[in-house]
């Protein structure tokens, strides 16, 4: 537990992550209580696209329900919550990494990119996003944006990948509109654009 | 003919959206006082839920109430085996019994557990020639079938009839369905090669990306619901029915859904969204339902399988002289869908057979829920047919793409059971052009070469199906600003229909595009009727409401600026921001003026009077809370005449691994005949997701249902395996015969199902070409059977069954 953590600090944590004040663990964080032995602290820091956001993390939480469901960052999706399709793809120290799959206690040290992060501040599209709307990649949109973070890890990795590099590197994520063609003419795009 | 929108890319609204996740699918929303919903579901694949005793669930702190069959069916549930919101008579694995709503989805599954349900196994069917036989279990309580109309029936063969049909021969039973055209007989007689098979195509599920999730609440006794579908306007009225309120107090919102490839078209297809709305009645809370992807497995619907046996005659120049089908169709366990009645259809239209029989029988199963998925019935057979058509012409002499001409529907032809004429008809252009861009000439002679294990073949396949309605309506307002708003209820699933039939209503007006709004999203965006989007049919009959709309807007500007600047209607012109005489073009007005005086006028210039009288209750409702807002074009689409077909050829080659049964997708082209193109960005996706939706049907996915417990074995997405990056080739040619059709305003039709089929087709065909003439017919072909084929062991190996009788 954080021992600088006063009442007022956490409470302007709380609000800015938007994190709902239900848990008893946040009731012993908030109260500089000693939580329970044997327990695993759950009010958490964690960075995301650049912030650190305060939120209160059950043991068994998924980096995906963490983002979606306590920090409102809905862009990362659920296509099937068990590491088959890659909707919910972001990036982790620059890894494309299924948040349904990741334990969010355990990245908690890391950097933690989503679709939201980025864009840039005056609104410019990144390059990926930038691509994919000029190559119009999307069909339905559930899986783009796993797709989107899949093909910036890619580039980060490999910025000027061969058609076949970029292939396999998109190879994690499903589309099910069957759109794969339009998302490597996109990284392709995105790698010329840089 | 030059357009200023039709046939241009353009960047659709939500495209920014949707790369930036901006845009909010239905488990995207929330509500203050929000609580969860999960599901009970059937653990058995045909039971009677005899007792619920939630008594302790309900004690719990945190949970709000449940919802069963009895309080949504308080007079009893629907006879008829359709998709029900809850049930107490499953017919499958998985199938809602009830929702149980709590704080948080925990507690929901902690009470779920504390839910004591009797159920009473009922005997159970994963193959409709399991049913037919005498003694075989009847996948519902009623029988093995429902016959409109009429209700459930029970249909049974002879044991010596199932026996018969399972060794190979023409079925002898007598039909549930059947038509025929021309004298089979003697198309038969004149024929100077005849192929007879039976076969099978196996179903799966539709595996959209998103689930279906829905969400809920009722505010000042209206119902607002946050849900799925691939029609907007089209599913609201039947759903505000399955929730139970009136047209008028039912708002339901979707901005954007993750797939729907068929089975999200129709309410009836998705009444799991009334879950939320009725549990939120009933509790007084907003209630978000997360469906799970083994619930959207279940639910969330499948192809049909087709088994069947085939009769094929063709005369020595290559004509197709006579077709005899008769298939037993897999309806599942919750009714069907039209798929050998499609693929019927789509046989006569394709190859243009002199004479043919068709019959059908639909025989449920205690399997996933079937119906319409992408090129229903139609895709199936195209991968059967085409391996035939491959080997009619080796046997006659004749060049592959030589007898595809030969057999091409063009125009004037007819086709199907009315034999109907086609709109029009340019299959013969898209074969050669489809040649020409994959290099047929120059390649086709590398067919069956070997190099080490490995073979190459080749595969031209086509796909059809009928892609255009019309009898709906549209609504376009000019707003006082000069700007054009354009209401349409499409829908949007992903091909951009919604936008770029839009356009054509910006087309007639001349508009620049930015200065137009697509007004969708939600119905209390007050749009227009339109039809389901499915069927391909929503560039066709979408862009002639659109059209007609803005033709009606552009007839009131045109009273308007006679009214005030003098002259007749006819003496006025139009440039995309002012309506000015022709003669003169200082005088006129802006589109703004024009608006705002219209609003001075009212009466029909606003919607307020002489309403078309054909317009649909949705578009009435829609017309009536806009009435007075803007300057309207509203417009009523009378029926069109004919088949407007949507055409599409692919051409392809692959190289097999005769050691390992593995083949690679080394070029493909996917070429569409589809009227005008609109968007050829669009068109290009189509023709590319439909190619990987081939692959699929062809090579991987498939149904598998544990034979002991019913229970499924395939709900992933690895499990029922869907084509992935890997699956595909590296890139998928496209392009487009581009030829207007005479019943569209601005020429077109839709694509969607047939760009599918033409690669299912080719890629059949080419593996059977690598495999020498080989015919497995059966969709898919998968690894297994080409090495079980190649050690010559097929007909022992029934590892992978498709759950019919073939393995």
Known sequence: MNPKLTRRRFIKGVIASGAAVTSTSIWYAANGAERPAGSVERLIRINVNGQMRSVDVAPQETLASTLRYKLGLTGTKL?????????????????????????????????????????????????????????????????????????????????????????????????????????LNGVMRAAQIG | MAYMHIGKDFVPPDVVGKVTGRIKYSEDYSREGMVYARLLTSPVPHGRVVNIDAAEALAMDGVFGILTADDVYPDGEPQSPGLKVLTNEPTLVGEPILAIAAIDEKTAETAMAKISLTIERLPFVLDP??????????????????VFREGFAQEKWTTDQVASFRSGNEPTAEAQQSWAYGDLEAGFASSDFIHETVFSTAGYPHMSMEPRSAMAYWENGKCYLHGTSQSLSAIAEEMAGIVGVPLEDFVFINEATGGGFGQRARAGSIPSMAIPAKLSQKINRPVMMR????????????????????????????????????????????????????????????????AMRFRNSSIGTNTGHRGAQRGPGENQIMAIMAPIMDKAAEQLGVDRLEIRKLNAAQNGDVSGQRSEPFTSAYMPEALELAAKQFGWEEKKGRARQTNGSKVRGFGIGQGY??????????????????????????????????????????????????????????????????????????????????????????????????????????????????????????????????????????????????????????????????????????????????????????????????????????????????????????????????????????????????????????????????????????????????????????????????????VSAALNAAISDALGGHLFDAAPVTTDMIINHLADVSSKAVPLAQNNFRG
């Not at chain 1, 890890?153 to 759109?179: F, K, V, W």
């Not at chain 2, 692919?650 to 005008?676: P, R, S």
């Open chain 2, 465 to 758: 199906h009928n892609a255009g309605r019309s009898g709906m309506d549209g609504i376009i307002r000019l707003m006082p600003s000069g700007r054009l708003q354009i209401h349409n209820g499409v829908g949007n699933l992903g091909t951009y229909s919604y936008a770029s039939t839009s356009r054509a209503a910006a087309e007639v007006l001349k508009m620049p595009w930015e200065n137009c709004d697509v007004i969708t999203g939600r119905t209390d965006r007050h749009l227009p009727i339109t039809s389901p989007q499915d069927g391909s049919n929503s560039i066709f009959t979408n862009t002639r409401t659109c059209y007609g709309a803005a033709q009606d807007l552009l007839g009131k500007m045109k009273e308007i600026a006679a009214m005030d600047l003098g002259g007749n209607p006819a003496d006025y012109d139009i440039d995309g921001a002012r309506i000015h005489q022709i003669a003169d073009n200082t005088v006129g007005m802006s589109y703004a003026e024009v608006a705002q005086r219209g609003m001075e006028l009212g009466g029909k210039y606003t919607g307020e009077a002489e309403l078309p009288e054909e317009l649909n209750t949705l578009t009435q409702l829609s017309v009536s809370r806009l009435a007075g807002s803007a300057l309207m074009g509203i417009y009523h689409d009378p029926r069109h005449n004919n088949n407007p077909p949507g055409f599409a050829v692919c051409l392809t080659e692959i190289e097999l691994d005769k050691e390992t049964g593995k083949f690679q997708i080394l070029d493909m082209v996917n070429i569409a005949e589809c009227g005008t193109v609109v968007h050829p960005q669009g068109l290009a996706n189509q023709l590319r997701g439909g190619a990987v939706w081939g692959i699929g049907l062809s090579a991987l996915e498939r149904h598998l249902y544990d034979p002991q417990n019913g229970l499924p074995a395939s709900s992933g997405f690895w499990q029922s395996k869907i084509p992935t990056y890997l699956d595909t080739p590296l890139n998928i040619g496209t392009g487009w015969v581009d030829l207007p059709d005479p019943e569209n305003p601005v020429g077109a039709r839709g694509i969607g199902e047939p760009s599918m089929g033409s």
């Open chain 2, 291 to 354: 469906v799970t992807r083994e619930e959207e497995f279940t639910i969330g619907g499948a192809r049909q399988g087709l088994q069947g046996w085939i009769k094929v005659g063709f005369r020595a120049n290559g004509t197709m002289a006579a077709m005899d089908l008769y298939c037993i169709s897999d309806n599942g366990g919750k009714g069907g869908g039209g798929d050998a009645n499609s693929a019927a259809a789509g046989v006569s239209a394709l190859y243009q057979t002199e």
């Open chain 2, 129 to 146: 020639l399991d049913s037919l036989e005498a003694g075989g279990a009847d996948a519902y309580t009623g029988g093995n079938t429902f």
């Open chain 1, 79 to 183: 296509g099937c919550n068990r590491g088959e399709c890659g909707a919910c793809t972001v990036l982790v120290d620059d890894t494309p990494s299924y948040a349904c799959s990741v334990l969010t206690h355990s990245v908690k040290s890391m950097r933690i990119e989503t679709v939201e992060g980025l864009q840039s501040a005056n609104g410019d599209l990144h390059p990926v996003q930038q691509a994919f709307v000029e190559e119009l990649s999307p069909q339905c949109g559930y899986c783009t944006p796993g797709q989107v973070m899949a093909a910036v890890g890619l580039l980060r990795a490999n910025p000027n990948p061969t058609r076949e590099e970029a292939q396999q590197g998109m190879a994690g994520n499903i589309c099910r509109c069957g759109s794969y063609d339009s998302y």
